[in-house]
């Protein structure tokens, strides 16, 4: 993954509300693969219209709450300018889903009843475009006459810009001159206002062509009456459909100008003529930005494509062109692209995975992400990297490789904590990592390890490892045999023998229990037994022991096993091995006698219990 090209991502996901929108829209997605699963599973080829719209419903309530979020934790000192940055894009991300929603997931519905795009652009301006109720909340609270306030008049115009003729009747009704005479000059401007058609589902649109021309002639009829109320005038100008500068009625973005000029002077423009308009006469954008009018105008041209590219150079983050190429694609928008038509969707999903993959708090939600578009590969890099990078999300990381079936990646993450562990001496945890990877050599390894400090130090202090692993000893051979050794020594304490004897010669009958060098070593540990005045050992025990003292003496690694018995001296290889042999022979000769000794006492005592221990279990000394 880039993670220069990632970096501003990285520092935009550092906002708590940034964070909760990522998190609560992994629901929405989620909920959206699930229902496009569910249609295929029918035989549909893609989600229908109803239920991509009510998705897309919920990623704009979601952007929506954030937003109220956002804006609640305001104070008179709101001074945050990453709150306030963050503010100015949410609105921009909720604007631009609304626009994308009209003109591509509601595009067949449009087309269907007639292509008339008046009152969802009516719709997307009245959501979105506030600022006259900011305006009206400061005329209402002002004191002395309304049409006094300097933005009284700028509200009624917008008002009806907005396609609001009962806010804009309204406000006018609350002028003095209305007050005092409401069949005057004001009362007539508020009926021209109130008679305004508005096209709507289900009008006959000859009927609404025949009342608009007829209502709009007589605004013009009606210029005249209002020469001497030059606000008034403006108004019944607006009416008439003869103002051109929407700029000098307050209205900044030129598509709420658009808007405006089509309510005003083509209500029944149609989806595919917007293009021309716009063509025809070149918006003047002012202080809007260039790259927030690209962006509208791919929306307005349907041009999915060139919209995500836009959409990724205008946000910081991969959010949103991530989830509008997921959308765009279950609504069959990349179709034409034949066998490619997913890959648009996946790149951009993968950039915005990849993006979460590396934020420390984010990282489940990219592992969601990753899944859900089959880049298990990336996902199990990723995962592996959070996993070996701290114990803090280790638990976490691992049970995501479960819900995702990279039992690989887990394994090697704990392999990766078993090494760490071990270095810094803490056996048991790492042999709890070892077997968490299933990695056998491993604890095999450390068992040996373990055996071999007891060969030089004389100490096999293992009881608080064996007693925590509990039950998990049991999937270990070696780690079995340690802690059973362990018992030898102890019940060789308390001076039972007879039970000592038993686990000694169970786990020398196992060959793979206890390692071929350490045999020895079990033998040395067993001479007391043998010189125990009661028998210990009956004949096919003490067989066991003499066949495991040949085995010893021939096996072609000695060297290797008496190596551990007799440390190097530091001479020459030759003179070493001469020194082992002799000091190893001075080893056996005791152990072979012991053992002849105790085989003619069993022999002797062959019908009898073996050691003729006492009541107690111990031997009658």
Wanted: aromatic letters at 6%; hydrophobic letters at 45%; a negative charge.
């Amino acid at each position: 993954m880039d993670t220069a090209a990632d970096a501003p991502a990285m520092a935009a996901f550092n906002h708590r509300h940034r964070r909760i929108l990522i998190q609560e829209t992994e629901g929405a997605y989620r909920s959206l693969q699930a229902a496009v699963a569910d249609a295929q599973q029918q035989g549909q080829k893609r989600l229908d219209v109803p239920s991509t719209l009510q998705h897309s419903a919920q990623y704009r309530a979601i952007l929506r709450s954030t937003l109220t979020s956002l804006q609640a934790k305001r104070t008179p000192a709101l001074a945050s300018r990453p709150d306030q940055s963050l503010a100015q894009e949410l609105q921009a991300l909720e604007m631009t889903w609304h626009l994308m929603e009209i003109f591509f997931l509601r595009s067949s519905l449009i087309i269907n009843n007639g292509s008339y795009i008046i009152m969802d652009l009516l719709e997307w301006v009245q959501t979105h475009c506030t600022r006259v109720d900011e305006r009206l909340a400061g005329v209402l609270q002002a004191g002395g006459k309304f049409e006094d306030h300097p933005d009284f008049w700028t509200c009624v115009a917008q008002f009806i810009c907005q396609g609001r003729m009962r806010e804009s009747a309204e406000l006018l009704q609350l002028h003095s001159d209305h007050v005092a005479k409401p069949e005057g000059t004001i009362g007539r401007l508020v009926d021209l206002i109130k008679r305004m058609p508005l096209l709507a589902q289900g009008v006959s649109i000859a009927d609404f062509q025949s009342v608009w021309h007829a209502w709009q002639q007589l605004c013009q009829s009606r210029l005249a009456a209002f020469s001497s109320n030059p606000n008034a005038l403006r108004i019944c100008e607006l009416l008439a459909g003869q103002v051109t500068n929407y700029g000098r009625l307050g209205l900044v973005t030129w598509l709420e100008q658009l808007v405006a000029d089509l309510l005003l002077r083509s209500p029944l423009i149609k989806l595919y003529d917007l293009e021309e308009v716009i063509a025809s006469d070149p918006p003047r954008l002012a202080g809007q930005a260039q790259l927030d009018f690209d962006i509208q105008l791919a929306v307005i041209k349907q041009e999915p494509a060139e919209l995500l590219v836009k959409l990724k150079q205008r946000f910081p983050t991969f959010w949103l062109p991530a989830h509008v190429a997921d959308v765009l694609s279950h609504s069959g928008w990349f179709d034409s692209e034949g066998e490619n038509s997913t890959s648009r969707r996946h790149e951009y999903l993968r950039g915005y995975a990849a993006s979460l993959l590396d934020h420390p708090k984010l990282w489940q939600s990219g592992a969601a992400y990753m899944a859900s578009i089959g880049e298990f590969e990336l996902l199990a890099t990723a995962l592996e990297q959070q996993g070996t990078r701290t114990f803090a999300d280790c638990r976490k990381v691992l049970h995501a490789c479960k819900t995702y079936g990279l039992g690989d990646t887990a394994a090697a993450i704990c392999q990766h904590h078993g090494v760490a562990s071990l270095a810094e001496g803490q056996v048991q945890t790492a042999i709890n990592w070892f077997l968490q990877a299933d990695d056998i050599h491993a604890v095999t390894r450390v068992a040996d390890g373990m055996l071999a400090s007891y060969v030089n130090t004389g100490e096999l202090d293992v009881s608080d490892v064996t007693g925590n692993l509990g039950a998990a000893v049991l999937r270990n051979e070696r780690m079995t045999f340690i802690d059973k050794y362990k018992e030898v020594h102890a019940l060789i304490t308390q001076e039972q023998y007879r039970q000592a004897a038993e686990i000694l010669i169970n786990i020398l009958s196992r060959s793979t229990m206890a390692p071929k060098w350490f045999h020895i070593h079990v033998l040395v540990d067993a001479l007391p037994l043998l010189e125990q005045d009661a028998l210990v050992f009956n004949v096919d025990e003490t067989h066991t022991l003499l066949q495991c003292l040949q085995e010893v003496e021939l096996s072609h690694n000695l060297t290797d096993y008496v190596q551990k018995l007799i440390p190097e001296s530091g001479a020459a290889p030759s003179a070493d091995d001469r020194v082992r042999k002799e000091k190893l022979a001075a080893i056996v000769a005791p152990l072979r006698l012991a053992l002849s000794r105790n085989m003619a006492r069993a022999l002797l005592t062959r019908s009898d219990e073996p050691g003729r221990l006492s009541e107690d279990g111990r031997t009658g000394r």
